[in-house]
């Protein structure tokens, strides 16, 4: 019989297409989404009839067991997304990170304790390395978060590892590079490029010299898979990126070109990092990921780059109006 999989943060853009591709392969999924007045399931809106005919939702927070732990108590496998993740919002609103993030995510790993879960596989992120000295960055780069995000981010995967040490908690960790594709929040680059070429012809941007290895979701959706199928990795952590990275001009370069359209970049400082919070380049080494879970990126085949960024240029085309209506301002 196929695992049964609790998944966490589900409704958001990594978390939908993984909760899609267990659904299509027939595992058994539960899905928390936080909970919300208005009921709305997020990007799970997006997958098809019939897998979300056969998908379990149930709105809750990873801080308050009470609203899942019936469902915790039944589970095989756990995935765990939920987070705040804007850097931008992150320096205003560190506090909610770290109550989020940190405290959040150990109310959620407590209830997790003396349960038969064989594998927790928690979302970390490249952004914990910050600006390496040297790369390309391995599992073993010193942690050096420079923005509340990455700090909350860095700090959880400690008390992740303390949990697998002193509770044998069954945790796996996962450290993806910058992940794009279809339903990625407008607060993310690739999207904010996409859909300011597709409105205007001079696009404002923040630093645009900073070099990011992207990664698309369909292969980090990819990872979790042999991740659930690969034994004896219990406590071990794993980089996700492609081993290929780009200065965000040249992205906007390659978007324009893609979208067929001229256009001029200005500068908006509001939209710069504070100098020492940015993270100058990040460049993974997967190398850990393709030896041991026989994972590696699809980069490597001729023309997905282009073809999985005209897919992601599709989703913001058809869905422009609406996510436009969409309010933010970091
Ligand atoms: N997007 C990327 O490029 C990227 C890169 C590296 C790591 N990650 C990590 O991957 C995970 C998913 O990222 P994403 O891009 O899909 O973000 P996202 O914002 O689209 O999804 C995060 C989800 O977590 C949910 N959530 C937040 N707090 C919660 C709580 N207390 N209880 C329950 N749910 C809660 C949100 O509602 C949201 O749906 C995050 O942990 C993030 O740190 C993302």
């Known amino acids: 019989m196929k695992k049964k999989i609790f998944i966490t943060g589900a409704e958001g853009f990594i978390g939908s297409h993984i909760t899609e591709k267990l659904l299509t392969l027939g595992y058994n999924v539960t899905a928390l989404v936080l909970y919300n007045f208005t009921g709305d399931i997020g990007n ?12 379990n939702i149930i709105f809750g927070d990873i801080s308050d067991p009470e609203t899942y732990f019936k469902n915790l108590k039944k589970t095989n496998i756990v995935i765990n997304l939920a987070s705040l993740i804007s850097i931008p919002y992150s320096y205003r609103a560190p506090i909610s990170y770290f109550n989020n993030n940190i405290i959040g995510t150990s109310n959620f790993l407590a209830a997790c304790k003396n349960l038969n879960i064989e594998k927790f596989i928690h979302f970390s992120t490249s952004e914990i390395y910050g600006t390496p000295k040297k790369i390309p960055i391995t599992e073993t780069t010193p942690l050096n978060p420079q923005s509340p995000y990455a700090a909350s981010k860095a700090a959880i995967d400690h008390v992740i590892k303390s949990y697998y040490y002193s509770f ?77 990275f780009f200065k965000i001009k040249d992205i906007v370069n390659i978007l324009s070109k893609l979208i067929q359209k001229k256009i001029i970049i200005k500068i908006d400082k509001k939209k710069i990092r504070p100098f020492k919070s940015e993270v100058r ?24 780059f282009k073809n999985s960024l005209l897919e992601t240029i599709r989703f913001y085309e058809k869905n422009y109006e609406q996510l436009d209506k969409i309010y933010f301002n970091d």
Request: hydrophobic share 40%.
């Open 44 to 55: 799970l809106k997006y997958i098809s009839k019939n897998n979300l005919k056969k998908l």
């Open 168 to 244: 044998n908690i069954p945790v796996v960790i996962l450290r993806p590079f910058n992940n794009y594709g279809p339903r990625q929040s407008r607060r993310a680059v690739i999207p904010e490029i996409i859909c300011q070429i597709l409105k205007k012809n001079i696009i404002s941007l923040g630093d645009i010299n900073t070099k990011r290895d992207f990664l698309f979701v369909e292969d980090t959706a990819n990872a979790v898979l042999r991740v659930i199928k690969t034994n004896n990795i219990l406590g071990e952590e794993f980089n996700i990126g492609s081993n290929k």
């Open 281 to 304: 380049h990040l460049l993974c080494d997967y190398s850990k990921a393709k030896k041991i879970l026989k994972w590696t990126p699809s980069i490597m085949k001729k023309n997905f």
